[in-house]
């Protein structure tokens, strides 16, 4: 029986393996890390000028975890899995016994959602770039995607293509970047699970799951972000990551503009891809050789919305603008803030907007000179 994989057209990159030349000719970047002979490789890549110019992008964590809004958008894990004793408290005070986490799904309605609102926001801030969580951990997707029946925010809830509306409103209404996250693995996804249990010798949730929906988002929404998240200890090889990127990079819709991240398997992150983020929050405090990017959130303890945040737990404007010029590494960085934080119902958090078109004054017109956007670091050599 044919893998989903094997059913796929081939692309420009099938070529006679054994003809170097040829190779290079019709696939100028080839499923592999690194080939230290070929010039080639998916890591000689260069990022596409626009993302030079992007100093400033906004993260937008939203998910089916907005209906409890406790704690973190890791609450099914944190509730399910680890049993920690607030989650489980506030599931007792709240909801009936055998209440399911697959339960908060019809409750995900974002019946005020307006798409239009979010882009205005978005453009008042100054961002450059907007990457939306097409999926997270939980596996509930934003889309309706084929791969996910019944778990989707078309089937379910919103009944609406949440990632269309948002980048129509975006591409319409703004000049940003439209880019979606995208979760390699979901918590307690069975096929997952069996094929971790397999030590990930079996691609069962790979390359029916995981693999197309990515296939599906860029076909469908052409992103020129692509930030790929949780590996779960598989290998690149397991998600077949340089397949995939040497297509995106090759073939796709978006393969002259796309950007993408580096954590594409264990041992990628910080190492392979495009641009680095090396770990949640992550400031190295000089420059580094290879683009960078700090992502990190308003709240300092959540990438989403929760309720039961304190005013003393989200930074300040002042801790906004020093995490960027503190060490003086603002031109080689992109300061990728989690400022829209949703309820269930989709009114954009007073508090972040706020902060968010409060950090475009300050930024932009305090700060940077127009020049700064287009700036490039000079990395002396060693």
Known sequence: MQSWEDKQPRNSCNCPAHLLPVWIKCCPYMATWLLLTLPAE??????????????????????????PSFGSEWFWWYWQKE???PYVKFMKANYPPGFSYEDFGPLFT???????????????????YVVLTSKHHEGFTLWGSKYSWNWNAVDVGPKRDLVAELETSVRNRTDLRFGLYHSLFEWFNPLFL??????????????????PELYEIVTKYQPEIVWSDGDENAPDTYWNSTGFLAWLYNDSPVRDTVVTNDRWGVGSICKHGG???CSDRYNPGH???????????IDKRSWGYRRNANLEDYLTIEDLVKV???????????LYINFIENTVRNVIYNLSSEELVLIHSVVYFQLFVPQTLESQPVISGG
């Open 42 to 67: 998916i890591y000689a890549r260069p990022l596409p000028t626009w993302f030079d110019e992007a100093k400033f992008g906004v993260f937008i964590h939203w998910g089916v975890f907005a209906v």
């Open 83 to 85: 049993k920690r004793e």
């Open 110 to 128: 974002a019946e005020f959602f307006d798409p239009n609102q979010w882009a205005d926001i978005l453009k008042a801030s100054g961002a450059k």
């Open 194 to 211: 069996e094929d971790a249990t397999n030590v990930f010798k079996t691609r069962k949730f790979s390359t029916s799951k995981s693999l």
């Open 275 to 277: 641009f680095y983020t």
């Open 287 to 297: 420059l580094l050789p290879h683009k960078w990017e700090n992502c990190m959130t």
């Open 324 to 334: 960027q010029w503190d060490k003086g590494n603002v031109f080689n960085s992109w």
